[in-house]
């Protein structure tokens, strides 16, 4: 079993920065890679990042390359979100999840996912 726990969302004005971060517990070593997604309301969740977790490769959904970075602390079993120049297209509730293979770009690829958190972006 794996834990994962969202935080950092928040209210920010178009242009501005959030960091996200997602403590993760538990059987974290199993899963080949963490990642973040979104989802807006009345839309399909979609992929915002993910990163492995030995080598540390990183993946991006075009929408977001450039400004968004994803990190990890081993020590501390944390990925983080880096959110930057934030649009208000980027508004959504943001999930991690674990990647229990190298498709990291898809919804079904992801075994374990945490509660959410919610980025509002204002124009």
């Known amino acids: 079993q794996v834990q994962l726990v969202e935080s950092g969302g928040g209210l920010v004005q178009a242009g501005g920065s959030l960091r996200l971060s997602c403590a993760a517990s538990?059987?974290?070593?199993?899963?080949?890679?963490m990642g973040w997604f979104r989802q807006a309301p009345g839309k399909e969740r979609e992929f915002v990042a993910a990163?492995?977790?030995?080598?540390?490769?990183?993946y991006y959904a075009d929408s977001v390359k450039g400004r968004f970075t994803i990190s990890k602390d081993n020590a501390n079993n944390t990925v983080y979100l880096q959110m930057n120049s934030l649009k208000p297209e980027d508004t959504a509730v943001y999930y991690c999840?674990?990647?229990?293979?190298?498709?990291?770009?898809?919804?079904?690829?992801?075994?374990?996912w945490g509660q959410g958190t919610q980025v509002t972006v204002s124009s």
């Open positions: 538990g059987r974290t070593f199993s899963s080949y890679a």
């Open positions: 999840a674990t990647a229990r293979s190298l498709e990291v770009t898809r919804v079904g690829t992801y075994d374990y």
């Open positions: 990163i492995t977790r030995i080598s540390c490769s990183t």
